[in-house]
Structure formats: C-alpha cells, structure tokens
C-alpha cells in the first residue's frame, strides 16, 4: 500500500476490486509475446530510494555521490536497469514527489555535476537509469505556482486547477494525503481553491493545457537529452481531469480509481508525449498504476497505441493484508494478470517499492527462522515470472520492516497527516499506530544496511529516519561473504535470468492450482520447459505438479543441499519456503 491509511490504501487497493469484476478471461490463444522482443522487457530493474540508500558527507541523507560510491556493488546485483525515486529540487513534503524545479537537482542529494557523473558512471557499466516523472502535480513552491497564485489574471494561472470562491465550494473531491481529505484548498491571495489529490504542497497540474503540456516535453527532452533510458510516469492515471468538476456519486467519492483515474484526454495526453518524446530517444516508459481494468491497461501499453511501454499495476502487491493473505489469492491474481498480456503488452512485476512496507514482512515470514528462506523464495518468485521484474533496494538482503511504535519516529507525510486526521475525529491511535507498524510506507524506507558500523555504514550523521537494529546482524558486509546469502541468492538469480530468455518470455502455465501452500508454475519456450514450486508456507508441504521431474535438472535451490526436494513421479515435496526452478528434460 502507498502508506499505512486508510486514506491512501484506497489508492491501490481499489484496483484490485475492479479488476476482479472485470476480469473476464480471454479465450485460450497461443502465446505471443515472444516475437515481440525489446530490451525493456530482458532486464531487471533495481529501484533505488536515494534518500535512504548512502550519505556521503553526512548529514543523514542519502544522496548522489553515495549511489556512486557504490555502483560497483549495484553492477555486481546483476541488475540492468535502476529506477531512482525523483532526485530533483523539493522542499520534501514527500521526499521528493513535490518538485520545485524540475531541470535541478534536489540540494540534499548534490549538484548537477554529481549527476552527471552518476549517469557516466552507470553506462561505464553498462547499466541503464530510469527517472522518476513526477508532472500529475508539482511543489506549491514550483515557481509556475507561485505565479498561478499571486493573480487570477497570471499567464501561469492555468497551469493548475482553480476554483474561484463566488462559485461557491467546488464538488467533493477526495485528497489522498491532505489531513481532512478534502482536495480543495481555499487560498486568500486569490479568493480561490486550488485541486491537490496528494498533499497540500502537491498541487495539480492543468494538462488539459497545451502550453503545460509542452513546458513537460521539453523537462522530458533536456533529461532525455541528457542521456538518461527511461520515465516512470508518477500517479499518470489521475493527471487528466473533467475540468466542470461535476459532483461524484455521494458515497463513492473516495473511489479512486473509479472517479479519478483515467480521465478525458488522458491517452491523448499519452499520445502526443510519445510523439514529442518517446518516439525521439531510445528510452522506455513505465506507467504508475494500469486504470480500472484490462482494457485500460492494455489501452495504456500495447505497442500499437504508441503511449507507453509497460504497466505497473498493483492488485498483486495489494494483497498482503496485515490479517494475512491467501496462497490461493495470490496466484489468482498474478495468473490472470499474466494470461490478460500474454499476447500483447508488456506488465512489470514487483513485490515491493518505497510505497509498500518490506516485502518479507508482507508477503514472507520474518521471524529468524524462516527470514533468510522465505525472502530468497519471494525473489525466486519475482525472477521466474512472465514481466519486466522491479526489485526494490535492500530486499536482496531480506531487509525486514522497522515496525516504529511511534508516531515519533514516522516521518512520511501520508501516515503523520493521517495520525492527525485519526486525532482530529477520535480515531484509534493504538490501531492506525498497529497499522503502520505492518503498512506503512517508512518501513520500506529505513536506511540501507550497509555493514554492522554505526548507521549500518549509511551515514557518518545522523540518519534522517531511524535504522532498523537488526543491521548488527543484517547487512550487505555480513552477506557479502557467505556464498549462502539472500545477496548472492539474488545475483544467482539474475544471472539465471539474464542467460535464459525462457524466464523472461517463455509462456506461464499454472500447475496444482488449488494447492493452498505451493505456487507452481512451468514456463516453456522454443521446445524447452521449466518448473518452478515454491512452497509460500512455514511447513512441509507436497506438490502435484503432474511432471515426471526425477531427470529434470536442479537450476536453483535456497536451500543449499544440493539435492532439492524429495521427488515422486509426479509429486514434489517441498520443504519450508522451498523455492527450486528445474529444467525438464
Ligand atoms: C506515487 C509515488 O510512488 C508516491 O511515493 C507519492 O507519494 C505519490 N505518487 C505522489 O507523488
């Protein structure tokens, strides 16, 4: 979930009831999306939170010069592609997703200069950099707010969503983080309200205005002028709007996906940005989110609509629940996300990012005994499946959620303006407090842990946000040396990945579907097939994968006999948290 609210989880989790009513299975078609090939989809993406990744020169934030310092050991991952969570200049309101000047560089984080330098230092090695696009709103402090405000006669007033206050007050819309939800702002220099869907610092963005939209393209071209691969598209979705702000159905206005996402114009929108950039440099394009359904979905990534390369859609990453989740679910969802793009567009896949607690927390089991196997066994899982895979930083050492007990110690604006809204109305503060401590987003983004130093070797300072304890022990330096670490776990894995295109393209079967403990799953491509099992559970626990497997070759196990599981003619049986990817002779 983006963050542990009630607010925000409506963000994501929307989706997943949609999609399930629309999910209607398409007719069984041979698998196509092999003779499609593309760079975007070979790679793995690594998803760095530069905030939280290394400090070089101490103030407890992380920042450019320390992701160089350390790009040998990201070119060591195996890792293709790395995603940064926006970089540029921002008060921080939400680390960075409030962007004051889109063509410089956040202070906290260094220079342009050092970013530079960081994007050499990447292609030296051959690894691609994606950015972060943040343009459904930008800072209150961007300079074109700052104009749209002072006056409604500004050149810059359309740039944003205003509402003069003779009209009276705009129709309900539902803010995501603002501490009364409420969308509208009421700002006296104008006598009228601005639209924020995130914080009050976040104002929205007019897209339906042309010279906006150019002042994007050319923010889009200096960057990929520059020489940067990629756009991750922040919040898109919501970016086009019905500008009479007609009323919501009353009860439904904080559906969000249903009313906010997807508006008039928006592929247009998409269009006309592939025109003026996509189609000028060889970069790719991610979506934030996939609509309301399939179709949206597909209407957002299939080559021939000319927007943008791949989906990041969330129903799989929004099932994890503090009261638990379903093995059953969980293959559900990702099977007919799966079989809906089998033959045409391109999804990603990803069991964690900065807006999501730690994926072993959530989808595994971190208790010491099981924390180590059920993370390599979730990375099996990202790195074996159908999709361009996401993998957030820290989860190759199964970093584990923080879970603060405090409000104190929270520093993500969504989780402290919704502690205050919980105050303001008499909500139970213990409650939102248990939540957070499952959900929030802050756990996803407690310091890297680089060694057992002070601040896990993240800074010589202060961290900005607390170090989870457990780095003592759990740390890259630690696992660095163990040929048996979730970190080499995960460079075997990519490897696997990078030599066999089978794992990227080769079409998906479920197998033993009703089996509430283990996930199975073939993949087959040009005449060869391999199975995956993975058992999601903290018991023994039997497969029937309806394969003869005694002759099939062990590719990778996390489990370091060498053997794998015990196999019958047709049966596995695997141990706890067992992950084993077989090729069949
Ligand atoms: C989605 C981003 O991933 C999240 O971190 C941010 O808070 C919102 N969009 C607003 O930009």
């Given at each position: 979930m983006l963050a542990a609210n009630w607010s925000t989880r409506l963000y994501y989790s929307s989706i997943l009831l949609l999609s399930l009513l629309l999910s209607s299975c398409r007719p069984a078609q041979p698998d196509a999306s092999q003779s499609e090939k593309a760079w975007w989809k070979e790679v793995v993406v690594y998803q760095i939170y530069p905030r939280s990744f290394k400090d070089s020169d101490g103030d407890g934030v992380g920042d450019l010069k320390g992701i160089i310092s350390k790009l040998d050991y990201i070119k060591s991952l195996g890792v293709d592609v790395v995603w940064l969570n926006p970089i540029y200049s921002s008060p921080n309101d939400d680390n960075g997703y409030d962007v004051s000047d889109y063509r410089n560089i956040m202070k906290d984080f260094g220079t342009m200069a050092d970013f530079d330098a960081l994007l050499k230092g990447m292609h030296e090695r051959h690894i691609k950099l994606v950015m972060d696009l943040v343009v459904n709103h930008s800072s209150d402090e961007h300079k074109w707010f700052q104009e749209s405000r002072s006056s409604r006669q500004s050149p810059y007033r359309n740039y944003y969503h205003w509402w003069d206050a003779e009209r009276g007050k705009p129709a309900y819309r539902y803010s995501l983080f603002d501490i009364n939800h409420d969308a509208w702002k009421w700002d006296s220099v104008s006598n009228a309200y601005y639209l924020h869907y995130f914080s009050r610092k976040q104002p929205d963005l007019n897209w339906e205005n042309p010279r906006l939209r150019q002042e994007v393209y050319d923010i889009m071209k200096f960057w990929a002028g520059k020489g940067i691969d990629g756009f991750r598209l922040d919040a898109f979705q919501f970016a086009a709007k019905d500008t009479s702000f007609p009323p919501f159905p009353q009860g439904y206005e904080k559906n969000f996906i249903e009313y906010y996402a997807m508006g008039p114009h928006l592929h247009d929108y998409l269009r006309e940005m592939n025109q003026e950039v996509f189609s000028k440099y060889p970069v790719m394009s991610v979506a934030e989110g996939a609509g309301k359904s399939f179709k949206d979905a597909h209407e957002l990534v299939d080559a021939d609509r000319h927007e943008l390369n791949m989906a990041y859609a969330f129903e799989g990453v929004d099932i994890a629940k503090p009261e638990g989740y379903t093995l059953a679910h969980f293959k559900e969802v990702f099977s007919r996300w799966d079989s809906a793009f089998a033959q045409k567009g391109w999804l990603s896949i990803f069991l964690a990012n900065h807006d999501q607690a730690r994926m072993v927390s959530r989808f595994g089991n971190d208790s010491s005994a099981f924390r180590d196997l059920s993370s390599k066994m979730l990375s099996t899982f990202i790195m074996t499946m159908r999709g361009t895979p996401y993998y957030y930083n820290g989860d190759e050492l199964g970093m584990t959620n923080a879970r603060f007990g405090q409000i104190e110690d929270y520093r993500d604006v969504s989780a402290l303006n919704e502690y205050q809204h919980q105050k303001n109305t008499g909500g139970d503060l213990q409650k939102f407090i248990q939540r957070l401590r499952f959900e929030s987003r802050d756990n996803g983004r407690?310091?890297?842990?680089?060694?057992?130093?002070a601040q896990a070797g993240f800074t010589t300072g202060k961290p900005w946000i607390g170090v989870n304890p457990n780095y003592t022990w759990l740390n890259a330096a630690a696992q660095e040396g163990d040929p048996n670490s979730c970190l080499n776990y995960f460079r075997k894995l990519t490897k696997l990945r990078k030599e066999n295109g089978i794992l990227v393209y080769g079409k998906y079967t479920l197998l033993d579907k009703d089996n509430p403990s283990v996930y199975a799953y073939t993949r087959e491509m040009e005449g060869k097939k391999w199975l995956i099992a993975l058992n999601f559970s903290a018991h023994t626990a039997e497969a029937q994968v309806g394969l003869n497997t005694t002759n099939a070759r062990l590719m990778l196990s996390n489990y370091t006999a060498a053997s794998g599981p015990a196999r019958k003619a047709s049966a596995l049986t695997l141990r706890p948290y067992e992950a084993v990817v077989f090729q069949l002779p």
């Open positions: 407690t310091p890297f842990q680089w060694d057992s130093t």
